[in-house]
């Protein structure tokens, strides 16, 4: 499995606000599955659809949590090879995953990660579409720094405006030392390495 790493990308408010004691779970396969689940939920009694959020670690492990939970403190603060949200059918036997996407703002993944995903999901035999049933691109703005959701091919920055790469440039941007300034109505960019 081609182990590309994540490293947390997203606002820093939320490294240092992070909730360790939030609960997330890791999943062993699937005959636990139900359990944690029902955990997550509070409920016994689980119908339609229950989304989560997901994370899968350094190890290849898969790690859930609750909905409303940062993908931060699902990896407990680590790299990852793949975030997102899991929407699982739990009213199939066994439970299968009916929606699955790299939604995460604090790691923004490649559509490529799917390759581990779907790995770790085959070795723990939980059913899973062939492929994410939503992909998203993510760009970090080389002029702002923001984050952005790539939406119908337009690469361009929702906050300043700027044009944004082609080519997926997160660490690119954290590996130099940057200081916006707004001066007029476009901010300015000083970067030093």
């Not at 139900?34 to 229950?50: C, K």
């Not at 609750?66 to 403190?73: G, K, L, P």
């Not at 906050?159 to 007029?184: E, I, M």
Request: overall charge positive; some cysteine.
């Amino acid at each position: 499995m081609e182990q590309h790493e994540y490293r947390y990308a997203g606002p820093p408010s939320i490294r240092h606000t992070t909730n360790r004691d939030r609960q997330r779970f890791r999943v062993a396969g699937d005959s636990d599955l139900r359990n944690l689940l029902e955990n997550l939920a509070g409920d016994p009694h689980l119908r339609g659809v229950f989304t989560i959020t997901y994370v899968i670690d350094r190890q290849a492990e898969l790690w859930i949590a609750d909905r409303r939970s940062e993908h931060f403190d699902c990896a407990a603060g680590g790299r990852v090879l793949a975030a997102g949200e899991i929407g699982f059918d739990v009213l199939s036997t066994p439970i299968a995953i009916a929606e699955i996407t790299n939604q995460s703002t604090g790691y923004c993944p490649e559509p490529g990660c799917w390759r581990n995903v779907a790995a770790v999901l085959d070795r723990l035999r939980i059913p899973h579409p062939p492929c994410f049933t939503s992909a998203f691109e993510f760009r970090r703005c080389d002029a702002c720094g923001a984050t952005n959701l790539i939406k119908e091919e337009l690469f361009e920055c929702a906050l300043c405006g700027a044009a944004l790469s082609r080519s997926w440039n997160f660490y690119l941007f954290q590996k130099l030392r940057c200081r916006v300034s707004r001066r007029g109505h476009r901010p300015t960019v000083a970067c030093r390495k």
